[in-house]
């Protein structure tokens, strides 16, 4: 997988954990991911991972170590959703 397909999906994921957070349900055109992400066998874990990221999260990435560190959460997400 590719840095482009890395950020995509991931992004892809997170985009669903944030909408139903916020109570919207998946429709007829919604991607897989939204659909079947709150059925996921990991999607505890999933939940926790972003979770984390967001607490230790200082509002930007100015420094390699942060951006380190916010790759291998994509990693780390993308992991859990192959499961």
Same mark, same amino acid.
């Given at each position: 997988?590719?840095?482009?397909?890395?950020?995509?999906?991931?992004? &892809?994921?997170?985009?669903?954990?944030?909408? %139903?957070?916020?109570?919207?349900?998946? #429709?007829?055109?919604?991607? !897989?991911?939204? @659909?079947?992400?709150?059925?996921?066998?990991?999607?505890? &874990?999933?939940?926790?991972?972003?979770?984390? %990221?967001?607490?230790?999260?200082?509002? #930007?990435?100015?420094?390699? !170590?942060?951006? @380190?560190?916010?790759?291998?959460?994509?990693?780390?997400?993308?992991?859990?959703?192959?499961?």
């Amino acid at each position: 997988m590719d840095e482009k397909e890395l950020i995509e999906l991931s992004d &892809e994921i997170i985009d669903a954990l944030t909408k %139903l957070a916020m109570g919207a349900k998946p #429709g007829f055109l919604s991607g !897989s991911i939204y @659909k079947n992400l709150a059925t996921h066998a990991k999607f505890l &874990e999933m939940k926790e991972l972003y979770c984390n %990221l967001l607490t230790e999260f200082d509002g #930007g990435y100015s420094e390699p !170590s942060k951006l @380190k560190k916010l790759t291998d959460f994509r990693f780390s997400l993308i992991e859990l959703y192959q499961s």
